[in-house]
């Protein structure tokens, strides 16, 4: 019945899912990732180190060709996990012993050490040697108007991602695709982007209060220079009839709406939160009166700036109202635009009209974005920080 996925990105963004079976192309300024899972078993009774991606060798030199490589793995242990530092460095890490992190490569050998100490205290360690070969792709800044000492951004990057699989009610479909699309968001935003994993909040498979409290805690820390993305993978609902448009939470049954969430309660709370820039991700039924679409884009430069300087509150939607497939093409190419995006600061306008034509290519959908009405907006943009 309710076969929509409809996902919202907020100025406020994920426990989640490792995905396996991540991959790239083979081809300048990638790496090869394998869908084999290296285990690393601890012969001092510690915690066990699964690497899951990239694929890694101990005792040889493993080749590559980019400037980063993402690290993707899960400790094993009964004992809880306490902590997984990388060279060092602590890893983000999920519940259920899940970690991802960055490491930037320099020319030439590369020493990786992954260290993890479970709840006793017990450790393992396990090291790797990489080498960045000669001739890897250096990637330029482009040339823009402004410089980074004139964006005066003091503010912080908060993000709810919400992303759920499984409903309560047997009348709803349970849906395989929206935790994995959530993941790869997350990753995004903490890997290549300012949002600091500390402020992103990231709901699985959540209740209506469960949502209703985490959007409470945000208003309550959120300050006027704070930006906000808020991200929902999961079932959405069109009422023609009543002109209203719902989030499905995992605790939604077909027969009532009590536990449905109204696209005007969150309208309410992108209104009430006080952040300098929200912006809300929806595809599919999450309902166009929720914003304002613009049916046109200019290609002149954007005035980053300025954008920044005056509140927004925007909405980026497929568009339409009607039921889309559990696998979103719409999020695919918007993720896939924020992993390949190479500029500094990159407004959301801008990274819209990147992708918007590649959906329509491959979908029935039309993707929109636009003005959520009746919450704010004064004609900024939120704008995304590459690290």
């Known amino acids: ?167 309560d009610d047997y009348l709803v479909n349970d849906l395989d695709q929206p935790l994995i699309d959530a993941q790869k968001l997350y990753n995004t935003l903490v890997a290549q982007y300012t949002f600091d994993p500390r402020n992103v909040k990231f709901l699985k498979n959540v209740k209506r209060n469960e949502i209703i409290i985490a959007l409470d805690e945000l208003n309550q820390v959120i300050t006027p220079n704070d930006n906000l993305l808020i991200f929902y993978a999961g079932h959405g609902y069109w009422d023609k009839q009543k002109e209203t448009g719902y989030w499905l939470p995992a605790d939604a049954h077909q027969s009532n709406t009590a536990n449905w969430l109204r696209n005007t309660t969150m309208q309410g709370y992108i209104d009430d939160i006080n952040s300098k820039h929200t912006l809300l991700i929806t595809d599919a039924c999450f309902g166009g009166s929720i914003f304002k679409t613009r049916k046109a884009f200019s290609d002149a430069p954007i005035g980053i700036n300025k954008l920044y300087e005056l509140p927004s509150r925007k909405a980026m939607t497929s568009g339409t109202l009607e039921e889309v497939p559990d696998k979103s093409v719409f999020l695919e190419f918007l993720i896939k635009r924020l992993q390949q995006n190479e500029q500094k600061y990159l407004s959301t306008e801008e990274l819209f009209t990147s992708f918007r034509t590649a959906v329509l290519n491959n979908s029935p959908n039309v993707p929109q974005y636009g003005t959520i009405q009746n919450a704010g907006d004064e004609g900024g943009d939120f704008i995304f920080i590459k690290r």
């Open 1 to 167: 019945m309710f076969k929509v996925i409809t996902i919202i990105v907020f100025s406020f963004l994920i426990n989640f899912t490792i995905n396996a079976q991540i991959s790239s192309e083979s081809k300048p300024g990638y790496i090869n990732i394998s869908k084999n899972k290296i285990v690393e078993k601890s012969a001092t009774g510690g915690p066990v180190i699964n690497i899951i991606s990239p694929s890694l060798t101990k005792g040889v030199k493993n080749q590559v060709n980019t400037k980063q490589i993402d690290i993707i793995g899960n400790v094993e242990t009964n004992k809880g996990v306490f902590e997984v530092l990388v060279n060092g460095t602590e890893a983000l890490l999920s519940k259920d012993g899940s970690f991802q992190t960055t490491v930037l490569l320099v020319v030439g050998d590369n020493n990786i050490t992954i260290e993890a100490t479970d709840g006793k205290q017990n450790r393992s360690v396990v090291n790797y040697n990489i080498e960045r070969i000669s001739g890897s792709p250096v990637i330029k800044e482009p040339v823009t108007a402004f410089t980074p000492e004139s964006l005066n951004i003091v503010g912080k990057y908060y993000a709810l991602i919400i992303g759920i699989n499984e409903y």
